[in-house]
Nanobody, 124 residues
C-alpha cells in the first residue's frame, strides 16, 4: 500500500492550497483517512480526518472554518482544501490511512499507512 501526497507549495498569507493523497496498492477496506502536519522542531499534529462510512469529518480547532477535508471513494483519494492560510500553517503535511479505527482519529498511532509528506510554506 502506498500513499502519494501532492499539492504543497509556497503561498502568501491568506492564500489557498489543495492537497491530494491517492492510495495505491491492495487495500480493500479502511475506516478513515487523515491529514497530519509537522513543523520544524515540533511534534506531528492532527489536522483533519474523514471516515469512509458516513463521511464524518473531524478537525483540529486551529483549522476549523478554514480547511475542508473530502474524499473521492472511486479514486481512493482524499483532499485537503486549505483557505485563509497563515504562516503558522507552515509544515510538512502527511496523509494517512486508518484501516481499523478505534475512534482516536486525532492520534497518529491510530493510522497504519502514511504518505511521504508534502511541504506547505506560507509567507507573511
Amino acid at each position: 500500500v502506498q500513499l502519494q501526497a501532492s499539492g504543497g507549495g509556497l503561498v502568501q498569507s491568506g492564500g489557498s492550497l489543495r492537497l491530494s493523497c491517492a492510495i495505491s496498492g491492495r487495500i480493500f477496506m479502511y475506516d478513515a483517512m487523515g491529514w497530519f502536519r509537522q513543523a520544524p522542531g515540533k511534534e506531528r499534529e492532527f489536522v483533519a480526518s474523514i471516515t469512509t462510512s458516513g463521511g464524518s469529518t473531524y478537525y483540529t480547532d486551529s483549522v476549523k472554518g478554514r480547511f475542508t477535508i473530502s474524499r473521492d471513494a472511486a479514486k481512493d483519494t482524499v483532499y485537503l482544501q486549505m483557505n485563509s492560510l497563515k504562516p503558522e500553517d507552515t509544515a510538512v503535511y502527511y496523509c494517512a490511512v486508518d484501516t481499523f479505527s478505534s475512534g482516536h482519529y486525532y492520534s497518529h498511532s491510530e493510522y497504519d499507512y502514511w504518505g511521504q509528506g508534502t511541504q506547505v510554506t506560507v509567507s507573511s
